[in-house]
Each structure stands twice: as structure tokens, then as C-alpha cells.
């Protein structure tokens, strides 16, 4: 069981900017349409922006304006998928036997976030890039909770998912549509997450990811939620 307070949010997806459109979907969600859209980073460099992926550049979006004015801020960045667009465009010039791109190479890989964020940001706290299932929220919630255990004053986390390139559709079916969450967390005791045993399999894909849901509960102010993968259930708690 870990304790802790959820300082700020920030979200985005295509067409769900501020805080109000959040509350709007988290009220009536709907799955929103295909889109291009990527969120606005005008605050770095133009350089620098043109290496972004939409991944990259949603990542940045939320946690930017969550590390404003605080620094040595540990970074959690979590992804299940990762740049899955890039892949393909590297495997692809495999196949077609062309050349490789040292840049799309390294900026491919699964910390490459946390490395354009430290480079960008001249950060040198503690970072750390996870790939964990279906419940990679909670794994990260794990992390952030050991660093908030020892000794940091908050800890920022944020979740990332690019819609897959229709290649992947056999594969991938827990991404409706691009989107990025990321929460500063802080030592307290507001928000409470245990993990039990599940006593039987779940049977069917949540109709949303789990991160868009723990938003719903902040923004509807529930005080619980639930996420059951595998043969793990994680019980979401907050003090009424």
C-alpha cells in the first residue's frame, strides 16, 4: 500500500486541450476522431521541437507546465508502446533495404522522453522510462512512491500513448486515441493505492485506458477506482 497527494494535472488529446474540455469528456466520454493534431510546445526552441514526435511533444505538453519553477524534479515517464510510429518507419527502410537514420534510431527507443526532458530542461534528478503491460500507471505509482519515500519534495509522472500506425491493429487495441497524462505527486496521505490478488481473470478490455479513468474519478470527484490486469487488481483510494 503507498500514500500520496496528487498536487496538479495536466491532459491532453486531440481536441481536449483545457481543463474544462477534460471535465466536459470525463462527464460524457466519447471516443474522439482521427486526428493529426499535436499539442503546442512553442515554449522550446524550434530546433529542439522538430525532433519531437507527437509522442514526444504530448509528453512535453503536460509535464512542462507541471515542473514550471520547481527544480530537481525526478521525472517517472511511462509508456506501453512507445514510439510506435518511428518503428515502423525503421523497420520499413529495413525492408526496403535503405538506409537507417541515426537520429530516428535514437530517438526510437523507449528513453529517449526523459532524455530530450533532461537535455532540455538541464534536469539531473533521478529518471526513469517504464513499459509495464496494462498497468503500467500503476507500476510508475510504485516508482514515484519510492522516490517520494526517499526524500524528494514532489515527483512528476507522466503517461504517454501514440495511436499505433494501422499495422499494429491486430496488436494494439488499448490506445482509442493519442493522449498524455501527467500528475505531480507530493508526500500525503490523500490518495491511497493497494494492490490485492485478483480472485477471477478479467474477461473483457476496459472501454477506455486506465489513465483517462483515474482522470474521471479526479475530475468527477469520485473517491475510487479500480483497475483489474491479469492477476492483479489495483484499488484506488481517496480520502473523502
Known sequence: MINFNIAQWRAWAPGLESADDW???????????????????????????????????????????????LQHLPLVFISRHGE??????ILSDLANDQPLSPTQFSLSVHNAVIGLWSILRN??????????????????????????????????????????????????DDVPFPYALGLLLTPGDEWQLELTAATVQPSTTAQWPHALNLLRTLLNEQNACQHAWKNRVWNWQRKP
Not at 462527464?27 to 482521427?34: D, E, H, K, N, R
Not at 529518471?127 to 498497468?135: K, V
Request: hydrophobic share 50%.
Open 23 to 69: 471535465r466536459a469528456w470525463c462527464q460524457a466520454p466519447v471516443l474522439l476522431a482521427s486526428s493529426e493534431a499535436a499539442p503546442d510546445v512553442s515554449f522550446l526552441p524550434a530546433m529542439q521541437r522538430r525532433r519531437l514526435s507527437r509522442l514526444a511533444r504530448m509528453a512535453f505538453s503536460v509535464g512542462w507546465p507541471l515542473a514550471e519553477g
Open 84 to 89: 510506435t510510429p518511428r518503428t515502423l518507419e
Open 123 to 172: 534536469e539531473t534528478s533521478e529518471m526513469t522510462a517504464l513499459a509495464a503491460a496494462g498497468d503500467g500507471l500503476e507500476h510508475g505509482m510504485l516508482e514515484a512512491a519510492a522516490l517520494l519515500n526517499e526524500g524528494a519534495p514532489a515527483v512528476l509522472l507522466v503517461i504517454s500513448e501514440e495511436k499505433p500506425p494501422e499495422a499494429y491493429a491486430s496488436w494494439i
